[in-house]
């Protein structure tokens, strides 16, 4: 069975820029979740989607946002990047069941300079 | 709100000794936990999980114990491997507090190296 995949693995962009991060949950898999992980604020909820819905949102400003498609694909766009935004960001599947572990992507590298 | 605490690395060992990751939570409800590990370049892999209170986790050599008493999972190896050498994440889903799946708070992680 395919992991989850995204997409691209590397980004580099400026400031002032939107990006659009793309993320392929396992098959079977309806709840998609992304995360931020940086040196300094470690691993950081983003948001949570299931059946093409936001279910949760995190601590960060309306320039971080996202959707999921009815196949439960899901991409999260960022505009007017700051250098802060750097950052490795995760996508994570999970079944919709109590207790089902997060599945993680091997994350997209974002540098803003 | 929810928190994880976990032990501050890098913590350095030789092969084969035994390794002991502290991690503690506070909860409101009654979270299920996870270790996951990081290794370089890549993504977080699920290394273990317990869901109620005395579960005991185990993968890989790897055991943790749900503690409800001292709100503790504790992580540890008898015999480590340089191939060991990551860092680990402890981590708790609450989600009858949550109403979510996919919402974990996670510790800072704990960087393990291993040498020969």
């Known amino acids: 069975k395919a992991g989850v995949t995204q997409t691209p693995r590397y980004l580099i962009k400026t400031r002032g820029q939107q990006v659009t991060l793309s993320c392929s949950p396992i098959?079977?898999?309806?709840?998609v979740s992304w995360y931020q992980q940086t040196p300094g604020q470690g691993l950081q909820f983003l948001f949570e989607?299931?059946?093409?819905?936001?279910?949760n949102k995190g601590n960060f400003p309306g320039r971080f946002s996202g959707r999921q498609f009815s196949n439960s694909r899901s991409e999260m766009n960022v505009s007017t990047l700051e250098l802060g935004d750097s950052a490795l960001y995760l996508c994570?599947?999970?079944?919709?069941?109590?207790?089902?572990?997060?599945?993680f992507g091997n994350g997209t590298r974002l540098t803003v300079t | 709100g929810d928190s994880v605490t976990q032990m501050e690395g890098p913590v350095t060992l030789s092969e084969e000794a035994f390794l002991t990751i502290n991690c503690t939570y506070t909860a409101t409800g009654y979270p299920s936990l996870f270790w996951y590990v990081q290794y370089p370049g890549e993504g977080l892999q699920l290394l273990l999980k317990?869901?109620?209170?005395?579960d005991k986790g185990s993968n890989k050599g790897f055991e943790a114990t749900y503690r409800k008493e001292t709100t503790s999972f504790h992580l540890e190896k008898g015999s480590v491997q340089v191939s060991d050498s990551a860092v680990y994440f402890c981590a708790l889903s609450d989600q009858e507090t949550t109403d979510s799946w996919g919402k974990l708070q996670f510790g800072a992680g704990t960087q393990v190296v291993v040498t020969p």
């Open positions: 098959s079977g898999h309806r709840s």
């Open positions: 989607y299931f059946s093409e819905t936001q279910r």
């Open positions: 317990a869901t109620k209170a005395d």
């Open positions: 994570a599947s999970s079944l919709v069941s109590r207790s089902s572990p997060l599945h």
